[in-house]
């Protein structure tokens, strides 16, 4: 039995050798047959394959192997000969027979040896382990089924480095970067200088998409479709382009938990019914705890807690109980006042004593008194005995009682932040410029305070009214009064219209509204607008008899028609405000004593009015047009409200927080208010953003009379009482995310001040960067 296991045994070591014979005995008849093995002439040279990377191959014998192919031309296996089909049935019959003598093996173990000389004679090669390893017989290919159905198809590249995630760099000495799945050497490819790799950048179109693979050290040209997904990667998205990220979602398991019953038996009344028993045991033991005849574990373990414990008795009160009781552990002691100076001396030395300008400014700041230097204003007397009582002294002991009463005795971490640091970081003014920074001229003319000014839409005139009842007109250029018109009251407010096909300016003086034609400028332009205020046109509606007691419309008369008036606009009160539409067909008036009629807005075409607020929420003081949209803001003492005068609504309601505004300014692009106030604030609202302001400015000592945007430029001004113009840069992004940039930039301050009063207006140029102010000391002054 032994003897037959080693004949199998010899039978199948011997199987490999004998097909490797038989298949290059066949090769050499049959010579059509297609070499599918790269034959080696020398083999030190290197063969490259498409890849670009030098291999070797050697065949097993300079023999031509032969394989079986279908009618398509696929592979199907090797051919055998037929002594190769001899030697397997040898070995089978061999297999069967039980003979067999010691001569026998002795043969073939000689047979064996020169074989494996034969082999070792043989040039060695990478291919030498595959050589030496049995060849199998391939299998048949089912041709019913597809060519690759069983393979990978991808267009991944043959050749992988096989060396595993290890450094690179340790293959640098040597000419070859790793192995591939046969255990050959991958060669690495020619490497050129600097030079050629610019030469190469700039040569090559697709250098741009070439990355070195690491692995292989071969330049790999990428795709769009790869370009494609790289980009997907980089910008944070799904890198499946076909992927659905939003699709809808699917509930496919209930949210809902469903208790479904065992049986279908109805509960006993014992389930949800208590018995009479347990009632009356509860009871007693409810009443027993009650009384305190019965405790809970939690008492029993504390009293047993303090029982255990020492006992400790105190033989004197200490002195913190009392702080104890404060909860105050650590006290402070009370901050003590510097000691007096020479200040506060009954006979100070006189350079110590106030002059008169020293004692108008601390008189001045009676309603700020925290920015005196002094809280006192020093005095001499001859002698101790002549110094009177202290007349503030009983009310500073009791206020200083009460800061020591109120007094926080604890200690509290003082964080040290530097002042730079609290201050937000703002570009240097150089950097905004243009904006005028000096005054170039100045238009004397009025006897009284200038309270009004507006410029001409083509900025070549401006016109102006005061309180000596004139009108003037000017050329911006010369500083020439090219026209005066009086009028019969004080001039409350002037307003070119913003059509620059028509030269009209409205005039509110007293109770009348005139719409004057200046008369400069173009002759034809003035021609038109005399055309079109001559005849008043027909009345296809009748005005109610609310809207007639509150104002009429007439032609003005022969002596007023000289003068340049064409309409009167007769109220029933007194009108302090009058401002235009952006069309130049609309105009509002505002008459604070007006209670329910206060404000009132014209049609010019049609030379009709209406009364847009049938119940006043307020004293209205400003009144303005959305330069974009159909709205109407509506200033009263301490809010802004804005209507929608399409849909005849509230839109939203502006909280000021102050006591009394006094004007207002509209960005043009309409996203962004401006707000002047009497309690010397100005609010900045964005009106994307929030109802309560953006940003409060306080940069005026006084009072602020007026705002005003500039329509080309980023650039808003200020005048106040403090005969100041304080211009500043106002820069709105179209990014709803990025906040405006408002950076004070200049401040102007040549008026002088006249009962109190500084300056009354501002306006800006409409298409320079430049500045027109009125002041209460009768002049308009320009700044560039």
């Not at 009310?395 to 109120?406: H, V």
Request: with cysteine; proline share 6%; glycine share 4%.
């Amino acid at each position: 039995m032994t003897k037959k296991l080693a004949l199998k045994r010899k039978g199948k070591d011997a199987e490999p050798t004998n097909e490797v014979v038989a298949s290059s005995e066949a090769s050499e008849n049959e010579e059509e047959e297609e070499d599918l093995l790269q034959a080696v002439k020398d083999p030190g040279e290197d063969s490259t394959d498409d890849e670009g990377i030098d291999q070797e191959y050697h065949s097993d014998s300079s023999e031509e192997l032969q394989f079986e192919s279908d009618e398509e031309g696929n592979y199907l296996g090797r051919k055998q000969s037929s002594s190769a089909e001899e030697d397997e049935e040898s070995s089978d019959e061999d297999d069967d027979e039980e003979e067999g003598s010691s001569d026998e093996e002795g043969e073939e173990d000689e047979e064996k040896d020169s074989k494996s000389k034969q082999a070792d004679d043989k040039p060695s090669s990478s291919g030498a382990a595959s050589k030496k390893a049995p060849t199998t017989e391939l299998s048949k290919r089912d041709t019913s089924k597809p060519e690759y159905q069983d393979s990978d198809t991808s267009d991944e590249e043959d050749i992988r480095n096989t060396v595993g995630n290890i450094p690179m760099h340790w293959y640098d000495e040597y000419k070859h970067i790793g192995y591939d799945w046969d255990a050959k050497k991958i060669i690495k490819p020619p490497q050129g200088d600097q030079i050629d790799e610019f030469l190469r950048k700039i040569e090559d179109p697709d250098f741009w998409r070439t990355v070195k693979d690491p692995l292989t050290g071969q330049d790999v040209r990428l795709t769009d479709e790869d370009i494609a997904l790289i980009k997907r990667i980089v910008s944070g998205r799904i890198p499946n382009k076909d992927h659905e990220e939003y699709e809808p979602w699917i509930e496919w398991f209930t949210s809902e938990v469903e208790k479904m019953p065992i049986k279908n038996v109805p509960d006993h009344k014992r389930s949800f019914l208590p018995s009479v028993s347990e009632k009356k045991r509860v009871s007693r033991m409810v009443h027993a705890l009650k009384m305190g005849w019965m405790k809970t574990t939690e008492e029993v373990e504390r009293e047993k807690q303090a029982k255990r414990g020492p006992k400790f008795y105190m033989l004197w009160e200490t002195d913190t109980s009392r702080e104890h009781m404060r909860r105050i552990h650590d006290p402070v002691s009370a901050p003590k006042r510097d000691l007096p100076g020479h200040a506060e001396s009954y006979n100070p030395p006189p350079e110590y004593l106030f002059d008169a300008k020293e004692t108008k400014e601390w008189l001045k700041l009676k309603d700020e008194p925290h920015k005196r230097k002094l809280h006192f204003m020093p005095q001499k007397f001859k002698s101790l005995r002549e110094v009177p009582a202290y007349s503030r002294y009983l009310r500073e002991r009791f206020l200083r009682c009460l800061d020591l009463y109120l007094c926080p005795r604890a200690k509290r971490v003082k964080l040290n932040i530097d002042a730079e640091y609290l201050i937000p970081k703002l570009p240097s003014p150089r950097d905004l410029q243009p904006f005028p920074t000096v005054e170039s001229m100045v238009y004397r003319g009025h006897t009284d305070l200038v309270r009004s000014v507006s410029v001409e839409p083509k900025g070549e005139y401006l016109v102006s009214g005061s309180d000596d009842k004139t009108v003037k007109i000017w050329e911006i250029a010369t500083g020439r009064c090219i026209r005066t018109i009086e009028t019969d009251e004080v001039v409350r407010c002037v307003a070119w219209c913003p059509n620059p096909k028509l030269s009209i300016i409205a005039v509110a003086t007293g109770n009348r509204l005139l719409l004057v034609n200046p008369k400069v400028g173009d002759k034809v332009l003035v021609k038109k607008t005399d055309d079109l205020l001559a005849e008043a046109p027909s009345q296809d509606v009748i005005e109610s008899e609310r809207i007639k007691t509150a104002v009429q419309w007439s032609n003005a008369e022969a002596d007023e028609q000289e003068k340049g008036v064409r309409v009167v606009i007769t109220h029933f009160k007194p009108i302090r405000q009058v401002t235009w539409h952006g069309r130049g067909d609309y105009l509002a008036t505002v008459m604070p004593e007006g209670a329910n009629r206060s404000a009132l807005i014209h049609q010019l075409s049609k030379r009709r009015s209406q009364i847009p607020f049938s119940k006043s929420k307020g004293l209205i003081q400003f009144v303005l047009f959305h330069p974009v949209k159909p709205c109407f803001f509506v200033a009263t003492q301490h809010n802004i409200r804005i209507y929608d005068l399409v849909k005849q609504e509230l839109v939203k309601k502006l909280l000021t927080n102050s006591k009394w505004i006094s004007g207002m300014s509209i960005h043009p692009k309409g996203d962004n208010l401006l707000v002047s106030t009497y309690d010397k604030k100005m609010l900045w609202f964005d009106l994307d953003l929030s109802t309560k302001p953006y940003q409060t400015m306080r940069l005026h000592r006084n009072a602020v009379r007026s705002v005003a945007f500039h329509l080309r430029y980023p650039l808003f001004a200020s005048g106040s009482d403090d005969q100041a113009v304080i211009v500043s840069h106002g820069m709105v992004y179209n990014d709803l995310l990025q906040n405006p940039l408002i950076v004070p930039l200049k401040k102007l301050q040549t008026h002088e001040k006249r009962d109190e009063f500084g300056v009354l207006d501002v306006n800006w140029h409409p298409v320079q960067p430049w500045i027109f102010s009125t002041g209460a000391d009768s002049t308009i002054r320009l700044y560039t």
